[in-house]
């Protein structure tokens, strides 16, 4: 979003809104209370063309919707959710806009055209609005990439994973290597400065050398940021059944760490340094603004079935069938299936957590005595270092980075 200060994100927020009225009216309340501040909203797309073994977000094929939902009953939910959520948080201007899925290059340029219009027509932009979309890059083309320019599109993610055919075989993947490394090509002749490639690592059967050949892809683009995440086998996936089943092996803590070293020294000797764990950007024009406003707590509205969203304290997720989110908005109602009022504890937990993770670090003063003590043993073991008041994750630390929030966060 617009640039937030380490110092702004910091500060506390005024007491939370009254439990005892309804989620819209606390919304409201929540977003008076913050007016001021940055403001961004996330879009999800939950449809695919076929379902990734190792994914348990919440998408769906054709064959799984049926006649329920339709990318069209879709986008008229869509345009009722931004319109309560207009009513609700005011005339803010968005700074950032963030297109998930799901696969929303599966809406075509002029779907995510339409996306987009949608958003103008109740919100004001901020003059420089990054505004994201994911892309699967089986489902991009140069008019593709032309399309969504023209359409307001500032910056593009696409899903890599690897460039080696029998991992992607494994992740149930349906590109060609070659393809995600074409996409961003022509994402870059399309006009687009900001370009992200997803990694995954850790994946059954992934050698060092799969991991180097895809780093090698990645590097012969012109992208300016990459994100690269350990495989996490979550359950009900048909990746966990493979592995329960003895067919593959679960991924290996030791492989992993190993693996994220050699992410770490290859991108950041190609210029791109890290600024959250799994986050690498060749400048600071280059970091995902929209995900530093999750990293640092600001505002936002998750449009869409099964989307989150968190306004000054107040935080809520929508219901998760694109029915069913559709037919609430349909009925007047909000699309929410649950909400929670963010206490003081909540709060220190996530901004420790978080915070941690980046590479601005965390202010001491966030702490308490006991707190300190233990982030003051990590810096003695070379997990943490401080410097102007803060602690920032050393290249060791990173690798053990849940531990030593963990251990912070119950020091006390």
Not at 142 to 154: C, H, N, W
Not at 252 to 267: E, F
Not at 307 to 318: D, E, I, L
Request: net charge negative; aromatic share 6%; hydrophobic share 40%.
């Amino acid at each position: 979003m617009t640039s937030v200060s380490p110092e702004q994100a910091s500060e506390a927020p005024e007491p939370a809104v009254p439990t005892d009225v309804p989620i819209g009216e606390q919304i409201r309340q929540a977003a008076q209370r913050s007016a001021t501040s940055a403001f961004g909203l996330y879009i999800h797309v939950p449809f695919c063309a076929t379902r990734c073994g190792y994914c348990d977000f919440n998408t769906y094929t054709a064959g799984e919707l049926g006649s329920a939902a339709s990318p069209q009953s879709w986008h008229v939910a869509v345009g009722r959710e931004l319109d309560r959520a207009a009513e609700l948080v005011g005339p803010r201007a968005v700074s950032t806009i963030f297109v998930g899925g799901g696969t929303p290059s599966l809406l075509g340029a002029d779907g995510l055209g339409r996306v987009l219009d949608d958003v103008r027509a109740r919100f004001a932009l901020a003059d420089d609005a990054e505004v994201t979309t994911e892309s699967n890059p089986e489902s991009t083309s140069p008019e593709f990439f032309a399309g969504i320019r023209e359409a307001g599109y500032t910056r593009v993610s696409l899903g890599m994973q690897s460039a080696a055919p029998h991992v992607l075989a494994t992740l149930d993947r349906t590109h060609t290597p070659g393809r995600a490394k074409a996409a961003a090509r022509e994402a870059s002749e399309a006009g687009f400065d900001h370009i992200n490639l997803d990694l995954i690592y850790g994946t059954p059967g992934e050698s060092d050398d799969d991991l180097h050949r895809s780093l090698d892809a990645v590097l012969d683009t012109p992208v300016d940021h990459v994100s690269a995440y350990a495989l996490i086998v979550e359950d009900g996936t048909a990746l966990a059944r493979r592995i329960r089943r003895g067919e593959l092996p679960a991924p290996d803590d030791d492989v992993l760490a190993r693996r994220y070293q050699i992410l770490d020294a290859r991108l950041r000797a190609a210029g791109l340094e890290w600024y959250e764990v799994s986050n690498w950007a060749r400048s600071p024009a280059a970091q995902c603004r929209h995900n530093l406003a999750y990293w640092y707590s600001t505002d936002w509205w998750g449009i869409g079935p099964g989307a989150h969203s968190h306004v000054h304290g107040v935080r809520w997720w929508n219901v998760k069938h694109p029915a069913r989110h559709a037919n609430s908005l349909e009925a007047g109602d909000l699309p929410i299936a649950g909400h929670e009022i963010l206490t003081d504890v909540d709060r220190h937990t996530e901004t420790v957590m978080l915070r941690l993770r980046c590479r601005d670090g965390l202010p001491e003063t966030e702490l308490d005595d006991a707190e300190r003590a233990t982030a003051a043993r990590f810096v003695v073991d070379g997990l943490l270092a401080a410097s102007d008041g803060r602690l920032v994750l050393t290249d060791r630390g990173r690798l053990l980075a849940d531990g030593v929030v963990r251990d912070i966060l119950t020091a006390s």
